[in-house]
T-cell receptor, first 115, second 117 residues
Framework: AQSVSQHNHHVILSEAASLELGCNYSYGGTVNLFWYVQYPGQHLQLLLKYFSGDPLVKGIKGFEAEFIKSKFSFNLRKPSVQWSDTAEYFCAVNTGDTGGFKTIFGAGTRLFVKA | GAVVSQHPSRVICKSGTSVKIECRSLDFQATTMFWYRQFPKQSLMLMATSNEGSKATYEQGVEKDKFLINHASLTLSTLTVTSAHPEDSSFYIC?????????????FGPGTRLTVL
């Protein structure tokens, strides 16, 4: 069965610091990869997604992620965080095949950006 | 973009009552929908896969008699929490893959916050 692991449960950064959140998945077949953000009291929003092609994916709000197939990783990055990036970030995977496209989420990383 | 709605957005009920949550795909048809539960400060846990025209498929550990799922049409799935108890209080989120998109991209509803007193 597929699984998703996020290495950092809590991250605290100062504004303008660079961000990298780790995500590893376990599944041997074709995967679709996602990063979602959930701001306090709000619902999930899609930050970016990877289906195929260029492994460096750019998303909204200055976020990007790199798919490294050999490492089963899909780490999220942002060169300079802002106070408004304080939120919880979820990495997610679905198999994109006859597995029914059900999406499995990582445990989440809670980011707090100090002003 | 594709939209998935949920109703109600919030519900408060007494222990022992049943609560129905609706999930609708507003501009596409979905033969499959997914139901998730998110406890406070935790991740989304997949509960079940709702299948139009057939029985839902439940994840391990999810009681099918407690969480009744009905996929009534190609745009509507309902989750009924039967005989709700305080431990069922949670945020319930549905999603639906849009067959008109690349790799059947999933779209998530805004969620329903259930509070059982």
């Amino acid at each position: 069965a597929q699984s998703v692991s996020q290495h950092n449960h809590h991250v605290i950064l100062s504004e303008a610091a660079s961000l990298e959140l780790g995500c590893n998945y376990s599944y041997g077949g074709t995967v679709n990869l996602f990063w979602y953000v959930q701001y306090p009291g709000q619902h999930l929003q899609l930050l970016l997604k990877y289906f195929s092609g260029d492994p460096l994916v750019k998303g909204i709000k200055g976020f990007e992620a790199e798919f490294i197939k050999s490492k089963f990783s899909f780490n999220l990055r942002k060169p300079s965080v802002q106070w408004s990036d304080t939120a919880e970030y979820f990495c997610a995977v679905n198999t994109g095949d006859t597995g029914g496209f059900k999406t499995i989420f990582g445990a989440g990383t809670r980011l707090f950006v100090k002003a | 973009g594709a939209v998935v709605s949920q109703h109600p957005s919030r519900v408060i009920c007494k222990s022992g009552t049943s609560v129905k949550i609706e999930c609708r795909s507003l501009d596409f048809q979905a033969t499959t929908m997914f139901w998730y539960r998110q406890f406070p400060k935790q991740s989304l846990m997949l509960m079940a896969t709702s299948n139009e025209g057939s029985k839902a498929t439940y994840e391990q550990g999810v009681e099918k008699d407690k969480f009744l799922i009905n996929h009534a049409s190609l745009t509507l799935s309902t989750l009924t929490v039967t005989s709700a108890h305080p431990e069922d209080s949670s945020f319930y989120i549905c999603s639906a893959p849009n067959p008109g998109t690349v790799r059947n991209e999933q779209f998530f509803g805004p969620g329903t916050r259930l509070t059982v007193l």
